[in-house]
């Protein structure tokens, strides 16, 4: 009889160095503040700062577990997993570099071509080449089965047709790695026949059109592809084999700290000023998110060992991004009820809390959707645990 299928969150171990890997970043943060390139900023969010990503470029934290002949340093996942906790924490400008370092860069060395890898790799890391992600389209989201975006043959190459929607930072970025339909549907396969291309923003035919999201901010766009003449080497991987790719890359970017460290920065402030001001009953609250914390980053670590040894841990990751977009959403409405009893109690809710509070509030229906909705996340648990 075989075994019930069961997720298995693999205990992490973090390296020797993270000590000196913590001190390298917060040294690299401080001079880059000193510089003015990073900001003590007063609402939630990843901003964007390209000569900030050349400094992490320069410093060597980008493409970290790369080869070295791609400009890598060779590094162990959970290292990299250390540098990426430390920026976040730092709310650090990374916006530019980071789909590309995340996803984009390991998707390339995995499926792409030497010629690619020679290509596109070395530019990454230096904090100079940044790429973003097109899975979304207007009419389809969850079931990317149903993108329409078409690549069709033209001599070596191929010509490109469609639209990408909620692409968030390609208004700042060369390069998207998108799935495209290369061959027509066949309802016994609805994924077969999809492919991922590498293609270069800058083509003509390519327009980028922004998209405001409720807190005002441009984070997201919406990109038109209208005849776009594709080189016969924008193909990544493999003809009509592209969603296999793409299911390696969503474990990638479901599992990482970004998915539960978004409102850190309020949680921080709260514990900084209410806490001590409201007492008990704060203590209580803020602790208990405080413990959430440490449990999702030990799952999240777990899984960063497990993408070391080469494992696509789907399930588990896809358990941390619920768990941690949900511990995200707590953190705002929890923030929202202190500030209440704050301002019962005749306390003044402090500025910079304020406004970030503000802006989570704005954002928080995005942790849920962004990376894979919850109720797709929870279809995915329930196949991989044989529920459905
Ligand atoms: C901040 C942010 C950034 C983003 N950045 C990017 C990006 O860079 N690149 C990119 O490609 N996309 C990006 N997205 C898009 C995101 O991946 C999609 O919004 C998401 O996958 C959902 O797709 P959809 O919006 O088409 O909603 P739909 O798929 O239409 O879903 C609508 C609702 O129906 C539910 N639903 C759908 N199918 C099922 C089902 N089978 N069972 C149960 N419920 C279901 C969903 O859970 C959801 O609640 C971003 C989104 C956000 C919010």
Redesign the pocket.
């Known amino acids: 009889m075989s075994a019930a299928p069961t997720f298995d969150f693999l205990p992490p171990l973090l390296p020797a160095n993270a000590g000196s890997l913590r001190a390298e970043v917060r040294d690299l943060v401080a001079r880059e503040r000193a510089a003015g390139r990073v900001a003590v900023k007063d609402r939630i969010g990843m901003a964007y700062n390209a000569g900030f990503s050349r400094a992490c470029g320069e410093a060597g934290l980008i493409g970290m577990t790369w080869p070295k002949r791609y400009g890598g340093r060779e590094a162990t996942a959970m290292e990299r997993y250390v540098v990426t906790e430390e920026l976040l924490a730092a709310d650090a400008p990374v916006r530019g570099h980071w789909?590309a370092d995340r996803q984009s860069g390991p998707v390339i060395l995995r499926y792409g071509t030497e010629a690619q890898r020679e290509r596109f790799l070395p530019p990454i890391t230096r904090g100079e080449c940044f790429f973003?992600?097109?899975?979304?389209?207007p009419?389809?989201?969850?079931?990317l089965a149903a993108v329409r975006t078409r690549a069709v043959r033209e001599g070596a190459g191929w010509r490109l047709n469609g639209t990408?929607?909620?692409?968030?930072?390609?208004q700042n970025s060369q390069f998207m790695i998108a799935i495209c339909r290369t061959t027509p549907q066949d309802m016994k396969d609805r994924y077969h026949g999809l492919s991922q291309f590498i293609i270069d923003l800058s083509l003509p035919g390519v327009s980028i059109r922004p998209v405001i999201?409720m807190a005002g901010g441009h984070?997201?766009n919406e990109v038109h592809f209208e005849d776009v003449p594709l080189a016969g080497d924008a193909l990544l991987g493999t003809l009509d084999e592209g969603w296999k790719q793409v299911s390696a890359e969503l474990a990638y970017e479901r599992s990482g700290p970004e998915r539960w460290l978004s409102t850190w920065q309020v949680l921080a402030e709260l514990n900084a000023t209410l806490g001590p001001a409201l007492g008990d009953e704060a203590e209580d609250r803020i602790g208990a998110l405080l413990a959430e914390t440490l449990t999702l980053r030990e799952m999240s670590l777990s899984i960063a060992g497990m993408l070391e040894r080469g494992m696509t841990p789907n399930l588990e990751a896809a358990i941390v991004k619920d768990l941690g977009t949900r511990f995200e959403r707590r953190t705002v409405e929890v923030t929202r009820d202190l500030a209440e009893l704050a301002t019962e109690r005749g306390l003044a809710v402090p500025v910079r809390l304020g406004s970030l509070l503000a802006s989570a509030i704005l954002?928080m229906?995005?942790f849920t959707?962004?990376?894979?909705?919850?109720?797709?996340l929870r279809?995915t648990i329930a196949r991989g645990l044989g529920l459905r």
């Open positions: 789909v973003c992600i097109g899975l979304s389209e009419d389809s989201g969850s079931d990408k929607l909620w692409t968030t930072n390609a999201n984070e997201f954002m229906p995005a959707i962004r990376g894979g909705t919850t109720e797709i279809g």
